[in-house]
């Protein structure tokens, strides 16, 4: 089992700054992909960014070139660096931790993004 614990959501003005933190703990993966994802209120959830620990990242067209996501592997712990953020970018933010060799995916509670215009 795997349990995340995320912080740093909150509300902010558009064109501010949040940064997003989740740290893993319990049965680590030695391979694994740490990331975010989020859900609109009638939206499906969908991906913003993920990283595997050993290289390699994703994003959503829509952040490219205003979010970073980063792991930090002794920690294992991922951070979304959030600029130039819009009103549209308000959704509750899930952490996600994927095992590859199991296929298997475990969330965060969530922690709400809200852009204000």
């Given amino acids: 089992q795997v349990q995340l614990v995320e912080s740093g959501g909150g509300l902010v003005q558009a064109?501010?700054?949040l940064r997003l933190?989740?740290?893993?703990?319990?049965?680590?993966?030695?391979?694994y992909r740490m990331g975010w994802y989020r859900q609109a209120?009638?939206?499906?959830?969908e991906l913003v960014a993920a990283i595997y620990n050993r290289g390699g990242?994703?994003?959503s067209a829509d952040v490219i070139g205003r979010f970073?996501?980063?792991v930090d592997?002794?920690?294992s712990a991922v951070y979304l660096q959030m600029n130039s953020l819009e009103p549209e970018d308000t959704a509750v933010?899930?952490?996600n931790y994927?095992?590859?060799r199991f296929n298997h995916n475990y969330w965060g509670q969530g922690t709400q993004v809200t852009v204000s215009s």
């Fill in 68 to 70: 970073t996501v980063s």
């Fill in 93 to 95: 933010y899930y952490c």
């Fill in 41 to 45: 209120p009638g939206k499906e959830r």
């Fill in 15 to 17: 064109g501010g700054s």
């Fill in 73 to 75: 592997d002794a920690k």
């Fill in 57 to 59: 990242t994703d994003y």
């Fill in 98 to 100: 994927y095992v590859p």
């Fill in 21 to 31: 933190t989740c740290v893993a703990s319990g049965s680590i993966d030695s391979v």
